[in-house]
C-alpha cells in the first residue's frame, strides 16, 4: 500500500475525519485531502508528528514495512542481549569474558559482558551473565557469535546462571 491509502486507512481506523486529522497536524483540511489523493506529501517533520499522533511507525505509514519478512535480517554487527538480572538491555558489539574468579564452592567463576560503545576511559561494559563454567561460557558466546551472523536483532541468554543476587547471595546451579 501506498503512503496515501495508508493515511486514509489509518485516518478512518481511529474515527477521525480529514479535518480532525488537519486540526492535530495544524494544516488545513485540503491539505490532508491532498496527501490522501496521492498529490502530495507532508513535511518531515509533519510526517513524525503525523506518525506520532496515530501511534504508527514511519515505515508503515510511508508503506514501506516489509510485512512478510522479519526485521531482524539486517545484519547491523549488533545484537541486544538482556542481563541476567533483567535490569539492563545491551546493544553490544562486542562481547568478553572475564579471567576466572577465586570462588567459593557454589558460586559462578565466570562473568560475561556485554560492550555497547568505548570512550577515553575505555570500554562501555554491562555484566551480561554469570556461569559456572568455562564451557558454559564459552558455549554462550559461540551462539552470540552465531545469532549475530544470521543477523538477528536480539539474543536472550541461555547457560548464564539464573541468581537471586550477586557474590555471597545463593545461586542455583
Not at 3 to 24: H, P, V, Y
Not at 80 to 108: M, R
Not at 110 to 115: K, T, V
Not at 132 to 148: F, L, P, T
Request: aromatic share 10%.
Amino acid at each position: 500500500m501506498t503512503f496515501s491509502d495508508n493515511l486514509k486507512q489509518i485516518r478512518k481506523e481511529k474515527g477521525l475525519t480529514q479535518e480532525d486529522l488537519a486540526n492535530m497536524l495544524d494544516v488545513s483540511r485540503q491539505a490532508v485531502s491532498k496527501w490522501e489523493l496521492d498529490e502530495g506529501y507532508p513535511e518531515v517533520e509533519k510526517l513524525i508528528l503525523l506518525a506520532s499522533q496515530l501511534n504508527i511507525s514511519l515505515d508503515y505509514l510511508m508503506g514501506t514495512a516489509l510485512a512478510d519478512k522479519p526485521l531482524s535480517t539486517t545484519n547491523t554487527g549488533k545484537i541486544l542481549i538482556a542481563s541476567y538480572d533483567g535490569k539492563s538491555i545491551v546493544n553490544c558489539h562486542k562481547i568478553t569474558s572475564s579471567n576466572v574468579f577465586a570462588t567459593k564452592k557454589g558460586e559462578p567463576k565466570y562473568a560475561l559482558f556485554g560492550i555497547d560503545g568505548s570512550s577515553f576511559w575505555g570500554d562501555n561494559s554491562t555484566l551480561l551473565g554469570w556461569y559456572k563454567d568455562n564451557e558454559s561460557i564459552q558455549q554462550e558466546i559461540s551462539e552470540i557469535m552465531q545469532a549475530m551472523k544470521q543477523g538477528l536483532s536480539s539474543y536472550e541468554l541461555k547457560y548464564a546462571l539464573k541468581s537471586e543476587g550477586l557474590f555471597g547471595k545463593l545461586f542455583r546451579l
